[in-house]
């Protein structure tokens, strides 16, 4: 059973460009959540969906970013008109169930470590 | 407002040694909490989990405490090896569907 994959592990984009980020989760899981990891600085939630449901995404900043969990596919947060502070490692972690239930456990992917010059 | 501390930042110890890292957190009602390992550059390694009605989880040569009274955990490594060295990171649910993190303690053994 293969881990929660990350793709492209290492991104650059410059100032004002697009950056696309996927997440597959873990095989039988429906629940996805995205932290970042800035420099020198601890992980911080950004959103969590369910398949075609974004439940919480109080962590994500309201403008440039969004995210998605299609139906079929794997998780994508999208970052739009990226600008230099937005160069951090992004991590999405799945679960196979949410928090009340056994099973709970988040396994992490490698990430994607986004530089914006 | 739920947070997550981790004490020390750093920590040098000799290779052999059995040592302690702590982590407390402001809220005791919590779902779950997790110990992960982060080594320089990479992603989070799961290394235990426990539960809200556990007490401790142990895996090979690592055992995690819980004290939701207290609002603390600790992670016990034993007998410590270099390849120990990573950086600890206390991740804990709340019951909001997402880990509070703490900023990890960067733990170095000496060979």
């Known amino acids: 059973n293969a881990g929660v994959m990350q793709n492209p592990r290492h991104l650059v984009r410059r100032r004002g460009q697009e950056a696309r980020l996927r997440c597959s989760p873990m095989?039988?899981?429906?629940?996805v959540y995205w932290y970042r990891q800035l420099p020198e600085e601890g992980l911080k939630f950004m959103v969590y969906?369910?398949?075609?449901?974004?439940?919480?995404e109080s962590g994500m900043p309201k403008e440039r970013f969004s995210a998605e969990f299609p139906k079929e596919g794997p998780s994508i947060l999208r970052i739009q008109q990226v600008v230099r502070g937005d160069s951090a490692a992004y991590f999405c972690?799945?679960?196979?169930?949410?928090?009340?239930?056994?099973?709970?456990?988040?396994?992490f992917g490698p990430g994607t470590r986004l530089t914006v010059l | 407002k739920q947070e997550v501390t981790q004490i020390p930042a750093a920590l040098s110890v000799p290779e052999g040694e059995n040592l302690v890292l702590n982590c407390s957190f402001t809220?005791?009602?919590?779902?779950?909490l997790q110990w992960f390992r982060q080594d320089p550059g990479k992603g989070l390694t799961s290394l235990l989990l426990?539960?809200?009605?556990?007490r401790e989880q142990t895996s090979g040569r690592l055992n995690a405490s819980l004290d939701k009274s207290s609002g603390r955990s600790t992670l016990y490594i034993a007998a410590s090896q270099p390849g120990d060295s990573a950086t600890y990171l206390c991740?804990?649910?709340?019951?909001?569907?997402?880990?509070?993190f703490g900023t990890g303690t960067r733990l170095t053994i000496i060979p």
């Open positions: 972690a799945s679960s196979l169930v949410g928090t009340s239930g056994s099973g709970n456990e988040q396994f």
């Open positions: 095989k039988g899981h429906s629940h």
């Open positions: 969906l369910q398949k075609e449901n974004i439940i919480d």
């Open positions: 809220d005791s009602a919590i779902y779950n």
């Open positions: 426990i539960q809200s009605s556990q």
């Open positions: 991740a804990v649910n709340f019951g909001n569907e997402k880990l509070t």
